[in-house]
Structure formats: structure tokens, C-alpha cells
């Protein structure tokens, strides 16, 4: 309706009403472009020079140098797989475990938000800290929980940051990030209408039909948010790498590979040409998954 | 991100020399600023400021503590930036030749000549490493080797004994003979990074004959040596070392003796200090041995951490003052006499070990301290000679960055998901991109 009254207005009153709103939004504007572009804008030019901190004398313009040292030496590819094959199997391990316990807490019992607030607390914890936490308390060979019950079961202990890096992140990385899953999954389960609920167990559908065919395509949206946020908190996983694996096993992720890059190898040029790729594919990534797979906020809007 | 830290550091840098040099103008007062690493003795020193002070009026000592890995590179973007923050900077010896050689840091031959300092009192192989030409660059706080480290009561259960000088043959098989289910054989560190994995690798790797580089700093990192080092380090670990060795360094190994979970150890020699502390359960029952051997004589590490004076300092009299009274005789002796004498700074001056209060104190490891710090050889460690000075490390820039990449490779191989002769070819190919950076 307010569209037509609008129509009405010839274009130069219009230019005159969104003038006042530009201008109050300008500072915002200018600021948060200092912020976040010009840092950018100084990545690009680093990327571009050949810098290394401990060689100081030799810093120069190298034109496109680390450009060829990012895709010739053949860390890239392996630190990309890395890093999706972690996310993806992450993501999806901290799903599932997070619906077990969503389904599960949409109960009532005895001290339900008690056990609400427990299961919440891992993902609470700051993440360098339940990386070291679970490295000796969880995974070491003499000291650790799982270790100790594996060996009184009558095994013999695993090394599981030397045998199973990979497996090692995954499992701390889905105890963190669990928790997450089951706070959205719980409120999507909790907005279910009880009485479709009711009127599933009066036609005797079952539990397993219930949850499969009414259960689960209403928390369908829910999932896809779920996904989504994990994903973007997943991609940016360092600490367990960084503490636990320090690269083996094809846990080197691109942050990890950078941090490297920076910090050992202390070449602020391969560094930055490296955080250059990284937010190229990034973009690519996040528009295309954006538009195509996750649909959940145009129909969001709809409703 | 980088430019916002950028200025903030030069605000607070800025504000910092303000306050200095208001101070300096006030009462012609110097304060020098005091980068170090949060070490034990440190701490010490910086308890122990205030004798300085009070014996130099005038002088100001501002102690900036950091770990090891912060210290690092706040040190070396401050210095090779010659952005002049610190006075006095904590550094170790594998950067002194480098920055010595880059002029970063001042030249101390001068100023050690008096003979109250006795600059010959400083053990002879820490003196090497840490002069370049014949131009001594920082003063060693203190030093370390790496020995042989086993718990007496294990291996005397099985019947084994170890001679003082052991070669790897002999510690491999009395590894096995003690391995057990409860008890592991042997710890040794197999966490990737150079300063983890490599530091005892690499004296294994010189011992059976290998090295990084050859003089032309062509890389020897896949020569048959070398991958017969690799390969036996690997298959100790795999028949009596730790279940976990890529989660296994220093700290690791040091709980793992004390709880009796392992039997012996090749760490370095610092530990002994901690092995026999009054809280150790182990205490008096470890026997010490120089590193296992094979082709060379010695095969122990050279550590110590210095003191250095960078070279655009404004206080450089002062500065060059305080750390010979910290690196000093006098020093020692206020270290026994307030805090203890377990405490003195170890692996500097052979005038320590004379010391009765401290050779009672330390009596179970400071003869075997000083023997294998006396002998060690970083001008030429291995079989052949090198074109640089140090043991385990190469003193060239790019290391930090070669070792953690074939520590991740080698430690692939010791997990079993590539061999050796792979992951040493990667490493050669590494390796040799940094060697040809320093052909002449």
C-alpha cells in the first residue's frame, strides 16, 4: 500500500528524503569500511611484497612471488581438504549428538534445567582451554578418562594424537560444538504444536513415524540454521590443531596453515597472499551455499 | 587488525619513552627495560633487582616477563624493526650468532676484558656459540646439555646397567628389556616443531653421522645417515617409547619419570634440577648418563639462554653494567646465600661447580652437568663439519620455519601413515629451498 503513496512522489523528493538517512548512516558507514577494508587493503599489499621478519634487510616488491608459492608448493589443496573434511564431519557428528539430547530434554523430568545448563557448559568454555583439558585429561596415555577405561576394559591405551589426529579433533570439536546443535534443535522441538502431537499418538502413529514424518520436517529449518552457524564457527577451528595434532595426520586447516605461515615461518608475505586466497574462496563459497542451499532465510521472511 | 596493533604499540611505546625520558631529565635517572622469558631463575634475578639498584643509584631495572613463544617475537619484531623498546633482551642461543652477525646486537668483547668478570670462566663451548668471528654478542644466564636420565630402581629390577658413556645400541636394547605395560621403555619427545622433536632428533641424526647441511649448504636431509637417524629414533618409539609421541615434549616426558610411567629419558639436562627437587618421588633414585652415541664422541645438545643488549639502545652503559652483575661470580654467590643453592643458574661458568655450598646442594647432577658442557663441540657436532655453529638447530633464519615442516613429516612417519624415506624426501626438497638462500 505505502508503495503506491511513494509512486506518487517525483524522483527528486525522493533523492531529498533518503538524503538525511545517508547522512546519519555515513559515519557507521566510513567507519566500519576503515575497519574492516583498509586492514584488507594492507593484506593485498603485504601479499605482494617479499617480507620475512627475521630478514628485514631483504624485504622488497615481489610482484606476484608468494601468489606462485601459494599454489606451487602444494599446501593449499591438502589444507582445504582438511578443512571442509573437518567442518563437514563435525558439523554433522555435533547434529546428531546435539538432536539425541534435544529430543531428550524436551522431556519434563526432575531437575531438567539443571541438566540443560550441564550439557550447555562445553561449548561455553573457552576454546584453547577444553583443548588442553581434553588432551590430558581425556586423551593422555597415563593420565587420561578414556584411556584408563580403555585399559581396564583390557586394552592397551591409544595414542590418540599420534594414531588418530584426525578422529582426536572431530571428537572434541563435536563435544564443543553439540551443545550448540541441541540449543537450536530444542527450541525448534519446543515451538512443535502439541496438539498435532496429540492428534499423531490418537491416530497411534507411533513414536519412531511421529518423529520421522512430523517431528523432523518441522525442524527441518532449524537443522539448516543449525548448519549453517556451525559451518561458519567450524571453518575457523585452530586450537585443537594448534594444541593437540600441531598439523598431523591431515589436520593442517587453512587457519592452521597460516598461523604456520605468520608465526613460525614469520613470512608476513606467503602469509598474507595465503589470508588473500582464503577470502577469495571464502566469498565464492558463501555466495553460492548461501543463494542455492540454505533457502531458510528467504522463506523465513515469507512466512 | 595489523595497523590498529601497529599504533597502538607506537602510542604505548611512545607514552613508555615519554616517562623515561621525563625520569631521565628529572633526576638523571636511567631506566633500562629488561625483556626475559618466565623461567624459574629469571624470577630470580628479578627478586634479586633491588641488590643492583641499591649498589648502582641512579639505575632503574623494569622486568617485561613473557613466555618463551610471545618473548620470541616480541623481541624480534622490536629488534629487527630497530624499534629500541628493550635495554636488555633475553635471547637464545640460536638467535645470538644470527643477530650478532646482522649487527643488531652489541658488540661485548670490550667490555668483558676486566678481570673481575673473568670472561674465561664462562664454559668454552656456550662462549663459541655465542660469538661470531671471534666477536662475543650476549653472556650466557644460564646453560644445558641434553644427558641420559633413568630410574635406577626399573632398570635395577631388570638387571640392567648402564656404563657413563652409553652408545644407542646399548639404550635401545636396555629400553626393551625394561618396556612394559605399565612402564614404558624409554620417552622421547615427538611433538612437530623444531624446538620439540628436533632438538633431541637432530643430535641423534649427527651421531650416526648426519646433518642438515653439507659446507655448501647443499641439504642432507634424505642421505642415508640421516634416514637411518630417523629410522631408528622411529622404531625405538615404536618398540619402548610412549603410546602418544606426537603429544610428548619436555613437560610431558618430566611427569611421565616422576609417576614412574616410563624408565628412562634423553631430555636435557635442566631436568636433572627437577628430577631431584624435594617434591620429586624420584628423588635419589635416577642415574645420570652423558647422550647415548654412535659415531661421535658426544652427542649432547647446547642451550643457554643470554643476555644481549641490542645495538640501538640509548642506555647502553647501564644496560652492559647489569648484565654483567647478573652473569657475574658475585651473582652466584647472592643466588646461594638469599634464595638457595640448588638455584644458581647452571651451565655458564666453570667456577660454579667449585662452589662446596653448591656442589653439596646439586650433588647428584652437577658433575655430570659440567662434564658433558665441557665436551660438547657446536663448531663441528656431528662427523663432518658444518657450515654453521650450534648443535641442535642451524643458526640460519628459515630453520624455525625447515624443522617444524619435517617435524610434521617425520612425525607422520612415526604414527605409521607414511615411511621415513617419504616424508625425508618432502623434507629434502624444504630443506634445500632455504639452503640455497645462503650459497655464496
Known amino acids: 500500500m505505502s508503495a503506491g503513496v511513494k509512486k506518487a512522489k517525483s524522483t527528486g523528493d525522493l533523492a531529498k528524503e533518503r538524503n538525511l538517512p545517508r547522512k546519519l548512516i555515513a559515519p557507521a558507514l566510513i567507519f566500519s569500511i576503515a575497519l574492516t577494508q583498509v586492514p584488507f ?92 583439558i581434553w588432551k590430558f585429561s581425556m586423551f593422555d596415555t597415563n593420565i587420561g578418562v578414556i584411556n584408563f577405561v580403555i585399559q581396564k576394559l583390557g586394552f592397551s591405551a591409544i595414542g590418540w594424537s599420534t594414531q588418530y589426529p584426525y578422529i582426536s579433533v572431530i571428537i572434541l570439536l563435536t563435544w564443543q560444538f553439540a551443545p550448540f546443535m541441541m540449543l537450536i534443535l530444542l527450541s525448534g522441538l519446543q515451538s512443535q504444536s502439541r496438539e498435532v502431537l496429540e492428534a499423531a499418538s490418537v491416530d497411534r502413529a507411533g513414536i519412531w513415524r511421529t518423529f520421522a514424518f512430523i517431528t523432523l520436517p518441522h525442524l527441518r529449518q532449524y537443522i539448516e540454521i543449525a548448519i549453517l552457524l556451525g559451518t561458519i564457527m567450524l571453518l575457523q577451528a585452530f586450537d585443537p590443531v594448534a594444541i593437540m595434532t600441531k598439523g598431523t595426520g591431515g589436520t593442517k586447516t587453512l587457519a592452521y ?47 | 587488525m595489523n595497523n590498529k596493533v601497529k599504533a597502538l604499540i ?32 629469571m624470577k630470580d634475578m628479578e627478586s634479586l633487582k633491588g641488590e643492583f639498584e641499591a649498589a648502582n643509584p641512579g639505575i632503574k631495572v623494569n622486568f617485561q616477563v613473557m613466555e618463551e613463544g610471545d618473548l620470541r617475537s616480541a623481541v624480534t619484531s622490536d629488534v629487527a624493526n630497530k ?29 668483558l676484558a676486566d678481570k673481575a668478570y673473568d ?68 620417552c622421547l619427545r615427538g611433538k612437530p616443531g623444531w624446538g620439540d622433536l628436533f632438538a633431541p632428533l637432530t643430535t641423534v641424526v649427527q651421531t650416526f653421522g648426519g646433518t642438515w647441511y653439507d659446507m655448501n649448504w647443499d641439504a642432507k636431509v634424505n642421505s642415508p645417515e640421516f634416514t637411518q637417524a630417523v629410522t631408528f629414533y622411529k622404531d625405538l618409539l615404536a618398540a ?35 628430577l631431584e627437587a624435594d617434591d620429586s618421588p624420584v628423588k635419589g633414585k635416577m642415574g645420570y648418563a652423558h ?45 646461594g646465600k638469599k634464595l638457595g643453592w640448588s638455584l644458581v643458574p647452571p651451565g655458564a661458568r666453570t667456577s660454579t661447580y667449585s662452589i662446596p655450598e653448591y656442589k653439596e646442594a646439586a650433588a647428584a647432577y652437577a658433575p655430570i652437568t ?7 663441540n657446536p663448531k663441528q657436532p656431528g662427523v663432518n663439519p658444518q657450515p654453521w655453529v650450534g648443535i641442535q638447530y642451524v643458526a640460519i633464519p628459515e630453520f624455525q620455519d625447515v624443522g617444524n615442516q619435517v617435524a610434521q613429516l617425520v612425525a607422520d612417519a612415526i604414527a605409521g601413515r607414511t615411511t621415513v624415506k617419504e616424508a625425508l624426501d618432502k623434507g629434502q626438497v624444504i630443506a634445500q629451498a632455504a639452503g640455497d638462500a645462503h650459497k655464496k
Not at chain 1, 98 to 108: I, S, Y
Not at chain 2, 84 to 102: H, K, L, R, S
Not at chain 2, 143 to 163: F, H, P, Q, R, T
Request: a neutral charge; proline letters at 4%.
Open chain 1, 41 to 132: 587493503l594492507a593484506t593485498i599489499y603485504f601479499s605482494l611484497t617479499e617480507w620475512n621478519l627475521l630478514k628485514p634487510q631483504d624485504k622488497k616488491f615481489a610482484g606476484i612471488d608468494n601468489y606462485l608459492y601459494v599454489f606451487q608448493t602444494g599446501d593449499l589443496l591438502p589444507a582445504i581438504i582438511a578443512t571442509v573434511g573437518l567442518t563437514a564431519f563435525s558439523v554433522i557428528t555435533s547434529l546428531l549428538v546435539g538432536l539425541f539430547f534435544a529430543v531428550l530434554l524436551d522431556r519434563k523430568f526432575l531437575g531438567q534445567s539443571v541438566a540443560r545448563t550441564l550439557i550447555i557448559t562445553p561449548f561455553l568454555i573457552m576454546p584453547a582451554a577444553s583443548a588442553l
Open chain 1, 257 to 303: 596453515l597460516l598461523y604456520e605461515r605468520a608465526f613460525v615461518g614469520m613470512n608476513v608475505g606467503q602469509a598474507a597472499a595465503y589470508g588473500v586466497v582464503t577470502v577469495v574462496l571464502t566469498i565464492v563459497v558463501a555466495t553460492v551455499s548461501l543463494r542455492s542451499l540454505f533457502k531458510v532465510f528467504i522463506s523465513g521472511v515469507s512466512k
Open chain 2, 10 to 41: 607506537a602510542v604505548v611505546v611512545v607514552a613508555i619513552a615519554g616517562v623515561v625520558v621525563v625520569q631521565q631529565r628529572s633526576g638523571g635517572d636511567v631506566t633500562l627495560t629488561l625483556a626475559t622469558v618466565n623461567n624459574g631463575q
Open chain 2, 83 to 111: 624499534a629500541g623498546q628493550y635495554d636488555i633482551v633475553t635471547i637464545g642461543a640460536y638467535e645470538v650468532p644470527q643477530w650478532g652477525a646482522n649487527g643488531w646486537l652489541t658488540d661485548l668483547t670490550p667490555d
Open chain 2, 119 to 186: 670472561v674465561g670462566d664462562i664454559l668454552p663451548p656456550v662462549k663459541d656459540a655465542l660469538s661470531v668471528n671471534g666477536k662475543q654478542y650476549a653472556v650466557p644466564f644460564y646453560g644445558e646439555s641434553s644427558i641420559l636420565m633413568y630410574n635406577k630402581e626399573i632398570l635395577d629390577a631388570k638387571g640392567v646397567k648402564l656404563s657413563n658413556n652409553p652408545t644407542w645400541n646399548e639404550v635401545a636394547a636396555a629400553a626393551k628389556k625394561v618396556n612394559s605395560a605399565k612402564t614404558a621403555g624409554i
Open chain 2, 240 to 274: 619402548a617409547g610412549e603410546k602418544d609421541p606426537v603429544s610428548y615434549s619436555f613437560n610431558e616426558c618430566l611427569t611421565a619419570l616422576k609417576t614412574g610411567k616410563v624408565a628412562m629419558w634423553y631430555d636435557a639436562s635442566v631436568a636433572a634440577s627437577m
Open chain 2, 291 to 335: 647422550a647415548p652415541v654412535v659415531k661421535t664422541k658426544e652427542a649432547g645438545w647446547l642451550w643457554s639462554w643470554n643476555l644481549a643488549v641490542p645495538a640501538n639502545t640509548q642506555n647502553k652503559e647501564a644496560a652492559v653494567k647489569f648484565i654483567k652483575w647478573a652473569t657475574s661470580k658475585d651473582y652466584h654467590q647472592l643466588v
Open chain 2, 370 to 376: 659440567l662434564e658433558v658442557m665441557s665436551a660438547v
